[in-house]
């Protein structure tokens, strides 16, 4: 029994295997962190404000192509469909009157974002908010010098 | 030491996993890069564009023709307010290569569509009745204002345009009127009355509208 007491030569596949787990294992980590830490966050932020950017420029585009050049009382509704999510989470789209702007709002704060629009003079914009995930549809309706435009949602 | 020969081998697949790593991040950001575009100010240079061509637009004399008297018209006020574009987004409009107007220097998206530009010249025609009592204008237009000056010797009790009777007194016609015209077709005015009829008589005055093609070019920067 004595013979095998100094015997150490087993251990040394041990000690490799060992070390090579390991030294895999905090290489794993390190790129995970890495990766997961700072490269796919800002990316997914990157992505995320482009999306939001283009989400309103074709919503404010598809509402100011609604209103028909026609002569007496329209009804127009026009139905636009956009992602369902940004960056992970819904948003909803904001119409306000006044400044006639049409915003996104989102939970993260640095990829909301709005779009002025430009409107022919004797259309008045309706305070109107849509969430996403749905259709939504621009509808205008009135006679000439008093129509109304508003986004509501679809089912 | 022999066991250990396992580890050179793990440090190649390191480096061989890490350049893929970046090189897959070089990729990513790469086509997020190229994905990148001014959205908001091509929309908003479209949407301009769009509408300083309206119909409904104070400067055009209907869809997609300006009235070059009123351009005069277009400001960075109207650019401003009538066309909503935010401050802190500049944008210039030319006609032909002049400047209409311009918020400030501006590199951003380009717009460019056809336009036609109107200008109207106040023609003046006086028949002299030498001959014959038809008046040919010359030029098509929507309407001629006619002043009738009977002189001594001779009334004017009908006009016709194109053998339409546009106006008519038994009387006698006296003063200035305004008659409509076809802009369809060139008008032939025929005075009918009674005894000679001077070349003093009457005036008549219309404004042809000439339309030249021009290209209104739309800058937007966002």
Do not use: C, W
């Amino acid at each position: 029994m004595t013979d095998f007491r100094g015997d150490d030569r087993g251990m040394s596949p041990v000690v490799a295997k060992t070390l090579a787990i390991g030294l895999a294992l905090l290489y794993v980590g390190g790129m995970t962190t890495a990766l997961l830490g700072g490269v796919v966050p800002a990316y997914e932020s990157r992505a995320g404000g482009e999306l939001s950017e283009r989400v309103v420029a074709t919503a404010a585009g598809e509402i100011e192509r609604a209103p028909p050049e026609a002569d007496g009382a329209v009804e127009v509704n026009q139905t636009v469909t956009l992602p369902e999510n940004i960056a992970n989470s819904g948003y909803s789209l904001t119409l306000s009157n006044g400044t006639n702007t049409l915003a996104l709002v989102h939970p993260d704060p640095a990829l909301e974002t709005d779009a002025r629009l430009s409107l022919a003079p004797d259309i008045d914009v309706q305070n109107s908010t849509v969430e996403s995930g749905h259709e939504f549809v621009v509808s205008v309706r009135g006679p000439p010098g008093e129509r109304t435009l508003t986004i509501e949602e679809v089912e | 030491m022999r066991a250990q020969a396992e580890l050179p081998a793990l440090a190649v697949a390191f480096v061989l996993l890490t350049s893929t790593v970046v090189a897959g991040v070089v990729v990513a950001n790469g086509a997020l890069t190229a994905a990148e575009r001014p959205a908001d100010e091509q929309r908003l240079a479209t949407s301009l564009s769009d509408r300083l061509v309206a119909d409904d637009a104070p400067h055009t004399a209907r869809e997609n023709v300006l009235d070059e008297d009123a351009l005069d018209t277009l400001d960075e006020a109207a650019i401003r307010e009538l066309y909503n574009v935010p401050e802190g987004t500049e944008a210039r409009v030319t006609l032909d290569g002049e400047t209409l107007v311009e918020t400030a220097s501006v590199t951003g998206t380009t717009v460019e569509r056809v336009v036609l530009v109107e200008r109207r010249s106040t023609e003046l025609v006086r028949p002299d009745f030498d001959r014959s009592r038809n008046v040919l204008l010359p030029r098509r237009a929507a309407n001629a204002t006619v002043t009738i000056d009977a002189q001594e010797g001779g009334t004017i009790e009908q006009v016709y345009a194109n053998d339409r009777l546009v106006l008519a007194n038994d009387g006698g016609l006296e003063g200035t009127f305004t008659v409509s015209l076809s802009s369809f077709e060139t008008t032939t005015l025929r005075f009918e009355g009674t005894g000679v009829l001077e070349a003093e008589s009457v005036q008549i005055e219309y404004e042809p509208p000439e339309t030249t093609r021009a290209i209104l070019r739309v800058n937007v920067d966002g």
